[in-house]
């Protein structure tokens, strides 16, 4: 096992955390937590016994979720109650919020919105980190005019797009997530760096209770957030303590999130030889985490067993939808679709020879049926996907997640083009 013990030079304090080199790992940091409560930029503040540990435990969970989904992130693992690994980055002084709902300092900027006002797509505002003058908010012109370099990368348009792009993606993410417990993610700030040695613009520092607005069932009286601290008028032991509970209450809840998704794909073959056709569809939805299974049925051949089969499944009450691999005449997807509410989507192998006359016994379906045709292999997996995301907020993410970081590469791409001509 990896040493992490070996600290080197601290790199920064803050707050709430200590960051040191650790000298067995170039390239990495240790991430420590602070048993240390603040507010208003440290105006307020106070000593939290056990925050660290509730702390810690939160950011690990959310950012193995994230990391798992796809997103780009710093985290590397936990090492002990308070701490966790992480690429060592040189950290952009830009706070990330994100929000889908108007309430807190938004509403006193904008006098006249009322609090509760739900903005779709959500709000995305940045602030500039600079304490002593309270964080001011920037426009994204003031932070294209920063034009500072962090890593040896210069924040321009679009560094800045990227950040902007993933900043809402992880908010999605993340509140989907935590709708699937009846909890609503009002609004949240995160921060990028940029890794060191590889340029790399990732989702960094910590993400935890101090990190966003949390309202279970939506209400706003149920507040499990850092604003409980914020309202406090006057701070006493007991007020500290309630705070302290809900933060546990948040990392006790984070562990419930799930992170498998809950349904499956059953690929049923006319023919084990389309068994290659079929494992190109497999391999994107395991890709996806996506449970996958392949089976060999003749609709036309042994009608009776392709019936007995989609009961089989039918009857294990897991979200299931069904994809027909079949050639020549396509009788299976149709068949399937007939005889069940569950979604089937045919993609046919199709060849050279036949495949412009084949293609039809898929395309055209008799009358009543639902079946949907995608002809690519990859196309099927990702529409198999789509619909089971309606309701799986795992699957939903990864999906998100692929989206942004093919948006991310593509204009990656473009500004290499561009400074290369």
């Known amino acids: 096992m990896s040493d992490y013990s070996k600290l080197g030079d601290k790199v920064i304090e803050g707050k709430t955390k200590i960051v040191y080199d650790l000298l067995d790992h170039p390239g990495q940091v240790l ?12 105006a307020k503040a106070h000593d939290l016994a056990g925050k660290a ?121 993340l509140e989907r997530a935590w709708a699937s417990l009846d909890c609503s993610l009002i609004d949240m700030k995160v921060e990028f760096g940029v890794v060191e040695g590889t340029g790399e613009i990732v989702l960094a520092d910590i993400i935890d209770s101090d990190s966003w607005r949390l309202w279970p069932s939506g209400d706003k009286r149920l507040m499990k957030d850092k604003q409980v601290y914020r309202n406090l008028q006057e701070v006493t032991a007991e007020a500290l303590d309630t705070v302290k509970r809900n933060f546990e209450w948040v990392a006790e809840k984070v562990q419930l999130i799930k992170t498998k998704p809950k349904g499956r794909v059953v690929v049923l073959m006319g023919s084990d030889t389309d068994t290659p056709h079929a494992e190109k569809i497999r391999s994107v939805l ?17 009608t009776d067993q392709t019936l ?87 699957v939903w993410g990864k999906l998100r997640a692929r989206q942004v970081n093919t948006w991310v590469s593509l204009v990656q791409a473009d500004q290499k083009i561009r400074d290369d001509h």
């Not at 008799?366 to 198999?384: E, K, M, N, R, Y």
């Open 31 to 42: 991430v420590e937590s602070k048993d240390r409560i603040t507010a208003g930029d440290g």
């Open 53 to 173: 540990k509730i702390s810690t435990s939160t950011a690990v969970t959310i950012f193995e979720y994230l990391s798992e989904a796809g997103i780009r992130t710093h985290f590397i693992r936990q090492c002990g109650e308070r701490s966790f690994v992480a690429k060592k980055c040189y950290m952009i002084p830009i706070e990330w919020v994100t929000r889908r709902v108007a309430t807190g300092s938004f509403l006193k900027r904008n006098p006249g919105v009322k609090e509760g006002y739900r903005f779709s797509p959500p709000k995305l505002e940045t602030f500039f980190k600079d304490d002593a003058n309270h964080d001011p908010q920037w426009s994204f012109e003031q932070c294209l005019a920063y034009e500072k370099s962090f890593g040896g990368v210069l924040i321009g348009r679009s560094e800045l797009e990227i950040m902007e792009k993933m900043t809402v993606v992880v908010f999605e993410i």
């Open 286 to 302: 395991q890709s996806l985490g996506i449970p996958c299974e392949l089976r060999v049925t003749s609709a036309h051949k042994q």
């Open 308 to 394: 007995k089969i989609l009961a089989s499944y039918e009857g294990e009450g897991i979200p299931t939808v069904f994809i027909a691999v079949a050639g020549r005449s396509n009788g299976l997807g149709p068949v399937l679709s007939g005889n069940t509410v569950w979604p089937v989507i045919n993609c046919p192998p199709l060849t050279p020879d036949w495949g412009a006359e084949d293609v039809w016994s898929s395309l055209r379906m008799p009358s009543g049926l639902g079946c949907s045709t995608v002809i690519q292999p990859d196309g099927a997996a990702l529409a198999a996907a789509n619909i089971l995301a309606l309701n799986d907020h795992v």
